[in-house]
Structures are given as structure tokens and as C-alpha cells.
């Protein structure tokens, strides 16, 4: 596995500089913040150049395209180690890159049928609720309210041309899916060395979604052109978010990583706005800020509780 632990950016005695270490310097001069506020713009960027991609690929090819190329770069730089695995890490493993698939396809899905911002925020869903299970306090009921509200205000009550209910349920089961991504995460962190977990998750997660995204692609996936941009949503959406992530989380406490991850779905609304013209209106945004809002009271309640 390679190790990114080095303090010295080069080689050993060859004098080539390592990538990997490179990059942990480069990363070294930017405040922890500023690194988690990168990564959500990565993985918003990644999702707004995939969702241009449903123009020539159904969502399903698109899954594929970005968890085959995230995948063989995890690979690549974190080689998962299978030796010496009992039948429980397979049993872990395995079921965190099956989590993987699912949240990733259902994602998509909803993509296609919602704007960017809606689709966060929905999604969002999932890991506010696995903060909120975890909580005995009575002051989470306004945080699930909050949460509540905000769905409400999103469904399509009436006639909408850029909400549906099907989008709204593939966002639900997404939501599902990052919760038990969350879970599954800490228990594969227990039983694999490094981020070699998430390495052999990816690669399960591909094989997963390879029947699916082939049937559907078809020969399209061989296009030059579509393989680049599935290449830089792989490296947006996976690789380069993951690792900034990975950076910040060791100069910064979990609570405030929290916090800051909690304004995922404003940033997604703004990504969709430049990126992709997805214009909201004054219920959509307010929906959003009471998702933003639940997340944040229910990170900041958690914070204080472990103090």
C-alpha cells in the first residue's frame, strides 16, 4: 500500500518527487477549512458534469463511468490487500461496496429528475438521520421537524415540471444509502489498514454496476471523449474529495468537519445555478436552508454532548 505518511515529498535516494506527497504538502498550506469547503465544491462539480453526461448516457452508464475510473485510481494508489482476511472483513467489505452502488445509482437517478440542489438536500436526509438516531435529547425533534419541513416544502404538491415524486424517492434511497455508507465506513475503518476499505469497496462497487452500466451504455462507453469526462468525474466525485477530506480531518475536530459538511446542499443549489442553469424558487431555497439548518443544529447539539 502506498504510504502517505512520508514527510519527505520525494523518493528516497532517487530524488522523483511522489505524488502522493506532493499533493499532502500542497494541501498542508491550506487551512483545514478551506480543504473541506474544496472537497464539497469537488464533489458538486463532479455531480454537475456527470448530470451533463445523461445528454449521451442514461444515468446507469454514467455510475459506472465514475465508480470504474474512481475505482481503478483508488486501486492504483491504495492497493487493497485481500490476504489474511476472515469471512467477516469479505462480510464488511463487500456489503460497504454494495452500499457504494446503491447510493451512487439511486443518486443518479434522482439527478436526472430533480435539480442538483434538491437532490442533496434530500439525500442529505440519510446522514442527519444517522446523527439524530445516535441522540436522546428532545431538542433533535426540532432539528427532525426542520428536516421534515424541508421535504414538504420540496414535494410537487402540484403540477412541477422540475420535481417528481419518482426523483424524490430515488433521492430517499440514496439518502438510505449514505447512512449505511456511514456506517459500514467505520466498521470496514476497523478491519482494513489505512483507506485500503475504501479502495476494496470501490472495486466491489464496480463490478456491482458493471452489468447494469454496460446493458445500458453500450458501445457509447468506448467514446474518447465521454471516457475523459468519466475520467474527471471519477477524480471529482471520488479520489480528489476523499483525499482532501482525509487531510482536513487530521487538523481539525469531527464536530466542526460536520458543520462544515452540512452546507453540502447550498452548495450543491449553487453549483446547479452556474453550472447548469437550475434556477430555484423561494420555497425550494427556503426547503434547503431548513435541511442546511437541521443538519447544522443536530452536528453542533452532537459536538456538545461530547464535551
Known amino acids: 500500500m502506498t504510504d502517505f505518511a512520508l514527510d519527505d515529498p520525494f523518493d528516497r535516494g532517487s530524488g522523483v518527487p511522489r ?9 498542508d498550506s491550506i487551512p483545514p477549512s478551506g480543504l ?15 448530470k451533463e453526461l445523461f445528454a449521451a448516457l442514461p444515468p446507469s452508464a454514467v455510475v459506472f463511468l465514475r465508480i470504474a475510473a474512481g475505482g481503478v485510481i483508488m486501486a492504483a ?7 489474511g482476511l476472515s469471512w467477516r472483513d469479505w462480510a464488511v467489505g463487500v456489503g460497504f461496496g454494495l452500499t457504494l452502488a446503491v447510493m451512487n445509482l439511486t443518486f443518479y437517478e434522482a439527478l436526472s429528475r430533480l435539480p442538483m440542489g434538491i437532490a442533496v438536500a434530500i ?3 440519510g446522514p442527519l438521520g444517522v446523527a439524530v438516531a445516535a441522540s436522546r435529547r428532545r431538542i433533535d425533534l426540532l432539528w427532525i421537524g426542520l428536516a421534515a419541513a424541508g421535504v414538504v416544502l420540496l414535494a410537487p404538491w402540484g403540477a412541477s415540471e422540475s420535481v ?18 456511514i456506517l459500514l465506513s467505520a466498521a470496514a475503518g476497523q478491519r482494513f489498514p489505512g483507506t485500503s476499505g475504501l479502495s476494496f469497496a ?13 446493458a445500458t451504455g453500450g458501445a457509447d462507453l468506448l467514446e474518447p471523449e465521454l471516457l475523459l469526462i468519466g475520467l474527471g ?12 477530506e482525509l487531510q482536513a480531518l487530521r487538523r481539525m475536530p469531527k464536530h466542526v468537519f460536520g458543520i462544515l459538511m452540512s452546507l453540502e446542499p447550498a452548495v450543491a443549489a449553487l453549483v446547479g445555478v452556474l453550472l447548469l442553469s437550475e434556477f430555484l424558487h423561494t420555497q425550494q431555497w427556503a426547503a434547503i436552508i431548513c435541511i442546511v439548518a437541521a443538519s447544522l443544529g443536530s452536528t453542533r447539539a452532537g459536538s456538545r454532548r461530547r464535551k
Open 19 to 27: 505524488p502522493g506527497n506532493l499533493l499532502r504538502t500542497a494541501a
Open 233 to 244: 468525474v471519477g477524480l471529482l466525485s471520488s479520489v480528489i474529495p476523499y483525499s482532501l
Open 123 to 125: 439525500e442529505f436526509l
Open 164 to 181: 417528481s415524486w419518482v426523483g424524490i424517492g430515488f433521492a430517499m434511497v440514496a439518502g438510505a444509502g449514505w447512512a449505511g455508507y
Open 77 to 83: 494508489v491504495v492497493r487493497p490487500r485481500l490476504k
Open 36 to 50: 473541506v469547503l474544496l472537497a464539497i465544491f469537488s464533489v458538486q462539480l463532479g455531480a454537475g458534469f456527470a
Open 202 to 214: 470501490m472495486i466491489v462497487s464496480a463490478v456491482a454496476i458493471a452489468p447494469v452500466g454496460v
